[in-house]
């Protein structure tokens, strides 16, 4: 097999092994066609992530971690986004699959969080292009297929002169196979110990080249089974896991209450129809009690289910000896289903109280109720579809000896969302379903009256009284009546990515330590997209969350520059001597230019040790969903700084006294019953929005790092880095409890008057507004270890070892205490932000036989002590200020493979991942969850088996 020449010849002895591989097929026709003069070159021409101008050693001058192929099918996962949540440096999953309740266009996704940033400041490539993204600037990687991928380059340093805006904490660069020869099918299927969770995935790649190019193309399908919380020990009791029955249970349950006449003595209290009992006879009905109460859990999904197509082809054309024609093509669609409890429906919330012309009314005058509409659980299928082309033409020429690369390019991407949502209630329907109704002369419920009656055609009367199984008329069993009361509910979406690049890079001149290295370029880019919530959410006419459209674009142009500078060479102390600068001039049409410049260097003292550092100014433009995103509703958790059971409760101050709130008041949660631990859900919708007066987050990023490679330990590699981000501008929402901090505890009325904050005469906050604003900044400091050792050659066979650790010294946000002084916020240890997280990776090998070990370690987490529940450590004191915690012991989780090299040109290999079934701790405040569990941690023992045949 054959190629034209596209470069001079290339001494691959030079290169790390990996990439030397990467490039075989690449190179191969070249070393045959070069000129003789030239076969001894030096490779010069290699291009990394995080760096325009191609050399020998660019790969080295800034940490970056490259997952093979290889690496990849060993872990055993089926997605790229758990196998780079398993990196050290990967922060908590962004919309955790146990973030059931979480909603919007980016559930559904998978993304992935460097360094604890945000999943939108870290940017995701293919090939070197940017992914398409959501309108809140979310790149979904479930969009690329595990077939196709040749390996993964993760830059940990930020690279906005580089790459622009989003690569504000690094960059995730997916590299897909090119130039395949043959066929290649997989088949992988595995299951949760417990029996659930099936996961199944296939995939078949066929490529063949030529001596003018080849084509690749890959073909996957990939489904996950959900998983159930009410299959799970931890998930399955409410909010403070089995020790604490009832805890989180809601007072909104699917027996059904009506505020009335029930209690002792007639008195006015929440009734419940007793066991057998007639719903029309007030007799009937007794006092609702705790064991009344619905735990929503068992009918949740504790992880979401997931299906996926994919189709990926890509082209290499050599046009001539020194231009070439290079294309991709995507298509994939993602389908993933969510599924929560019935919802808790209030009369109170809607004014849609049971009339008392109803014919399932006891009292016979318009009453209050609750009711869970457990007959109906809300469901959410999300469909996308992704098309992208990403095509070019590249080569090389030749200017005063000095060969220079050249590129031009263009990105297409286009995703279309579709949510379909079913089992939130019409309120138009409830209104006539709630109305006057009577019973027919053929003994059938039916709206209105007997002399003005309403069709069934039209109108289902609903009994809210009624509990869930207890057959009746106006069941929410039955299916005519779930047909009137709960429609379907479509939100739809587009995204669309366009941009045009061109990059050159050569040359400049041959200074006395190497060639001054040069990389210019110029890209258009612009962003467009559409998110249209149903007429249903728009309208606020249905108990799911009110949304509005959101809708907008922007453009802009970028001009880049980097300059590698060979300082000193082959000197005593000083075998190489680099630095590394580069400047990016961005200039929006929405908020005017920025520029940014990073600064790098790299320093080899003698062979076998190099140090390296960057200095990297990043920036993050606001998405289109900050500056033009609709309005939109949510069920906040919060503290009421004027609630008497609140820390560091202000009740009775001049402030809350001012707002109407009494003395005495306790801050009320779902089902309008006093709240017993903080933060509290409210039971009430408030809203947030966009603002397009944001302007961009801006950020400084350091790295120093140094890699050892011992000339007397072969096979040996060391580093180690140290890294520093400050994020200034943050863009993040004003949040509930910020605002009622500013209004009650600090006095400025104008923050409650801004936020539209309103209370009920009992001083229950019923609704207020908060947006979006600059008023975030962050500080985060650590440091990288890793250690690699190829052990040498033994007769029991070969072993590798892979250790790769990040400890976090520092994560801090800068925020105000009571007295609205400035102070630090520190969060390390936090779950999500781990003092240390650590993989130890055992590979061996021996024959056709071959095994994978990895233990993965999280170190200890904290969390803030609630209400009736065990506080660890509450002596702690943080930064001079009280901050009593509860502390868990660190978790360690450890997967394992087997794989056989059969003689027929196959590879079966089985494993398990979370192989003892460790499950982490119980903790309260749910953190990247909506469960008693941090939601980045295993669920199970996960079982699977894969067979790989190449043809």
Not at 420 to 432: N, P
Not at 500 to 510: F, H, K, P, Q
Not at 541 to 570: K, M, Q, R
Not at 830 to 847: A, H, K, Q, Y
Request: charged share 20%; glycine share 10%.
């Amino acid at each position: 097999m054959t190629h034209r020449n596209l470069r001079p010849a290339m001494r691959l002895g030079l290169l790390p092994a990996a990439v030397a591989v990467a490039l075989v097929p690449a190179i191969a026709g070249a070393q045959e066609a070069a000129p003789a003069a030239q076969e001894a070159t030096t490779l010069d021409r290699i291009e990394v992530t995080g760096s325009r101008i191609r050399g020998v050693n660019m790969e080295t001058q800034q940490p970056i971690v490259t997952l093979s192929r290889e690496e990849i099918q060993k872990q055993g996962f089926t997605s790229v986004a758990d196998v780079l949540q398993n990196l050290t440096s990967a922060g908590s999953p962004a919309i955790s699959r146990s973030e059931a309740l979480a909603s919007g266009e980016n559930v559904g996704g998978y993304y992935i969080d460097i360094r604890n940033l945000g999943a939108n400041r870290t940017l995701v490539l293919v090939n070197g292009k940017r992914l398409g993204a959501t309108t809140g600037g979310y790149q979904d990687l479930s969009q690329i297929p595990m077939s196709a991928i040749d390996r993964m380059e993760i830059l940990k340093d930020g690279a906005s002169a580089i790459y622009g805006s989003d690569a504000i904490a690094g960059v995730v660069n997916v590299i897909t196979r090119k130039r395949f020869e043959g066929a290649e099918a997989t088949a992988y299927v595995g299951q949760f110990g417990e029996g659930d969770g099936e996961t199944q995935q296939y995939s078949f790649t066929v490529g063949q080249t030529s001596d003018r190019g080849g084509t690749t193309l890959s073909v996957e399908y990939s489904k996950e089974e959900p998983v159930f919380a009410g299959d799970r020990w931890f998930s399955k009791w409410g909010n403070a896991g089995p020790d604490y029955p009832g805890s989180g249970f809601s007072p909104v349950s699917q027996n059904g209450s009506w505020y009335g006449p029930c209690g002792p003595g007639g008195a006015d209290t929440w009734c419940t129809l007793s066991d057998g009992g007639d719903p029309t006879n007030l007799a009937d009905y007794r006092p609702h009690t705790t064991a009344d109460n619905a735990n929503s859990n068992l009918q949740m999904m504790l992880r979401t289910g997931i299906e996926r197509r994919s189709v990926f082809a890509s082209t290499t054309y050599d046009v001539s000896d020194s231009i070439s024609f290079d294309a991709d093509v995507l298509y994939n669609q993602r389908i993933t289903d969510q599924q929560i409890a019935g919802y808790p429906y209030q009369s109170l919330a809607f004014d849609t109280q049971l009339s008392g012309d109803s014919a399932f009314n006891p009292v016979g005058e318009d009453i209050d109720f609750r009711r869970r509409l457990w007959e109906v659980p809300r469901t959410t299928r999300s469909e996308l579809e992704t098309y992208r082309f990403a095509g070019g033409f590249k080569g090389f020429f030749q200017l005063a000896d000095k060969y220079w690369d050249w590129d031009v390019g263009a990105l297409l991407n286009r995703n279309s969302l579709s949510k379909t949502g079913h089992g939130d209630a019409s309120l138009i329907a409830t209104r006539q379903a709630l109305g006057p109704s009577f019973i027919n002369g053929d003994g059938i419920a039916q709206c209105g009256t007997a002399a003005d009656p309403i069709s069934l055609d039209n109108c289902r009367p609903w009994n809210p009284l009624l509990p869930n199984g207890v057959a009746g008329q106006g069941s929410l069993a039955d299916a005519d009546l779930q047909t009137f009361m709960f429609p379907y509910f479509t939100d739809t979406g587009t995204t669309r990515t366009t941009s045009y690049t061109a990059n050159v890079s050569g040359s400049l001149a041959e200074l006395p330590a190497g060639d001054l290295g040069i990389a210019m370029g110029y890209e258009h880019r612009k962003e467009s997209g559409r998110f249209v919530p149903d007429a249903f959410a728009q309208s606020g006419e249905y108990t799911g969350l009110a949304a509005t459209t959101t809708e907008g674009d922007y453009a802009l142009d970028e001009f880049y520059v980097e300059l590698n500078i060979p300082v000193l060479a082959d000197m005593a102390f000083a075998k190489e001597l680099t630095f590394n600068v580069a400047s990016r001039y961005s200039d929006y049409s929405n908020f005017g230019d920025t520029t940014n410049s990073k600064f790098g260097f790299t320093w080899r003292p003698v062979d076998e040790l190099l140090v390296r550092g960057t200095v990297a100014e990043g920036f993050r433009a606001p998405s289109i969903d900050n500056l033009y995103g609709g309005v939109g509703s949510s069920f906040e958790d919060y503290t009421d700084p004027c609630g008497v059971d609140a820390v560091g409760s202000v009740n009775g101050n001049a402030a809350c006294t001012a707002a109407g709130v009494p003395v005495g008041y306790v801050q009320l949660g779902q089902g309008l019953v006093p709240c017993t631990s903080y933060p509290c859900q409210t039971p009430d919708q408030f809203f947030t929005g966009s603002n397009p007066n944001l302007l961009p987050e801006t950020s400084t990023s350091q790295t120093m790092g140094l890699v050892w490679s011992p000339r007397w330990v072969q096979g040996l590699d060391i580093s180690v880095d140290w890294y520093q981000y400050e994020i200034e501008d943050m863009i993040i929402s004003d949040s509930v409890d910020r605002i009622l901090r500013d209004c009650y505890v600090l006095g400025d009325a104008s923050r409650c008057a801004q936020a539209n904050v309103t209370r009920a005469a009992d001083g229950h906050i019923t609704g207020m507004f908060y947006g979006l604003a600059n008023l975030g900044q962050m500080e985060t400091e650590g440091y990288d270890v890793g250690v690699r050792y190829k052990l040498p050659e033994t007769s029991f066979g070969n072993f590798s070892v892979d250790w790769q650790n990040t400890y976090t010294s520092r994560y801090d946000q800068a925020g105000e205490n009571a007295d609205g002084d400035p102070i630090t916020v520190g969060y390390v240890g936090t779950p999500g932000i781990f003092r240390l997280r650590s993989n130890l990776g055992v590979d061996w090998e021996m024959g056709n036989f071959g095994a994978s070990y990895t233990a993965r370690y999280y170190s200890g987490m904290n969390e803030s002590c609630v209400t009736n529940r065990p506080c660890t450590d509450p002596d702690r004191y943080s930064n001079g200020e009280p901050a009593a915690q509860r502390h868990t012991g660190s978790n360690t989780f450890h997967d394992l493979q087997l794989n056989w090299q059969a003689p027929w040109n196959a590879t079966v290999a089985v494993g398990a991942n979370n192989v003892f079934d460790h499950a982490g701790p119980i903790m309260f405040t749910q953190p990247n969850s909506n469960y008693p569990y941090y939601g980045g941690f295993e669920i199970g023992r996960f079982v699977y088996m894969k067979y790989q045949q190449r043809f």
